[in-house]
C-alpha cells in the first residue's frame, strides 16, 4: 500500500511566462488564487453543480483538479503539486 504522503499535496511550484519557478505552500496557493479571483472574477471557471459553493470551495476545488488559468490577453500561470525534501 502506498504511503500517503505520496497523495500529499502540501507544496505548489508555481510557472508563469518570463518569471522563474515559484514554490509556494497550500495556503499560500490558494491566497494566490483568491487573489487572482478578486482582480479577474470572469476568469475563475464555474461549473453549474458549483452554484451553492462558497469561493472558496470553488477555489479548492480548482487548485486540485486543474493546473493553469489563461487569460484573455495570453497570459497565463500554471501550478503542480510537488514534494519538496526537508
Sequence with gaps: MP???MYAKDHYVILRPGQGEEFLT???MLD????IAAENPDLIP????QSQATQDQILQ???EN?????????DW??????????
Design 77 to 86: 500561470i500554471q501550478w503542480y503539486a510537488v514534494r519538496l525534501e526537508v
Design 61 to 63: 476545488d480548482l487548485l
Design 32 to 35: 494566490l488564487l483568491r487573489t
Design 66 to 74: 486543474a493546473c493553469e488559468l489563461t487569460w484573455d490577453n495570453g
Design 26 to 28: 497550500a495556503p499560500e
Design 3 to 5: 504511503h500517503p504522503i
Design 46 to 49: 464555474l461549473d453549474p453543480q
